[in-house]
């Protein structure tokens, strides 16, 4: 007997590992390959954190399992940051769940809400997991383009009035698009979901990544999201703890009830010696979060600034608000290959690896997200490599 998945059979083909591969197997034949792909972030945790987790790993008492809704200093903690960054005030008893990342707790909380015929709108181009953790619990997956943010809205409240929807995934800042939304935003769509009845998930996993003076508002600053919506956070980026794994949700208490159950069936928490971590990342100094926004901020200038100078090769791409992301549209000669082969193209000519748009959903051909996970002098390596491969291929 050869076994069947139904599911799997709903799931794409992974359209990054053809770069993927591609770039492994330049890199086997010496070839010096800038990896600007995934968004894997390679500044170094802060060393405060990482002692305090080594400090706490070396007691016993901590290597038992922990409580995976999060030990209660976790959540207090959890609850103070929202109260200081966007004077919000969370219960950490029955408002806030920690996670084994934000991407966990996503998945997992729509695994737990959603069922065969229950319909979900998500963005499209997104972060996969957003539209994928719907495939995955059987739900009815409605995709809407997100080419503009106001247009958005229009269709997603045409499509909420037109159909009964159980629920609408949002995330802004918007990976891979790094599109923003101000508080009237999410003032409207809270009102959208009252009147309708519709859940929101709010994925705010770049919270603290902004630029330009930008400060990206949590759902919450909305009275009356706590009846609506649940929201998504990460220290991945923040506070460059991705490896380490930690997120947390907080929002309306059933729908983190919900979620909670679901974890203390799937697992038994972040280690404590991490959870530990967490809280100092929270209460400790912020120093940290600025210097890691200020180097991302960097590369983006470094990046664009660099694509767009005068001369032949130039690129002219918009600058991101946020994320460590840049979003950029196919250079005219090549709209017409398409992203993914693009893609390639760029890795064998210039030696950049770059996500392609189609990858992150139907709307996002025609372009391709640059992750600045390399430092200054790679990048600016990247662009000299670049320029000169759009040069020779306009002249």
Known sequence: MEPHFDKLDRLPPYVFAEVDKLKMAARRAG????????????????????????DVALNPKTHRYSSSRGIDNLRAAISEWYARKFDVQIDPETEAVSLIGSKEGLAHFV??????GDRVICPDPGYPIHQYSVVIAGGDLHCIAQADTEQFFV????????????????????????????LSFFRRAVALAREHGVMIVHD????????????PPSIFQVPGARDVA?????????HSMAGWRVGFACGNPQMIHALTRMKSYLDYGIPTPIQVGAILALRGPQDCVDEHVGIYESRRNTLIDGLAAEGNGAWEIEKPRATMFVWAPLPAPFKAMGSLEFSKLLLKEAGVAVSPGIGFGAAGEGFVRFALIENEHRIRQAVRNVRQFLARARA
């Open 155 to 182: 269709e997603l409240e045409r499509e909420v009035a037109r159909m009964r929807t159980k629920l609408i995934i949002l995330s802004y800042p918007h990976n891979p698009t790094t599109r923003t939304a101000d």
């Open 230 to 238: 649940i929201e998504f956070i990460s220290l991945s980026k923040s």
């Open 31 to 54: 070839a010096d390959v800038i990896d600007l792909g995934m968004g894997n972030p390679d500044l170094p945790t802060p060393p405060h954190i990482v002692e305090k987790i080594r």
């Open 111 to 116: 695994l737990m809400t959603v069922g065969p």
């Open 204 to 215: 705010f996993a770049y919270a603290e990544v902004c630029f330009d003076g930008y400060k």
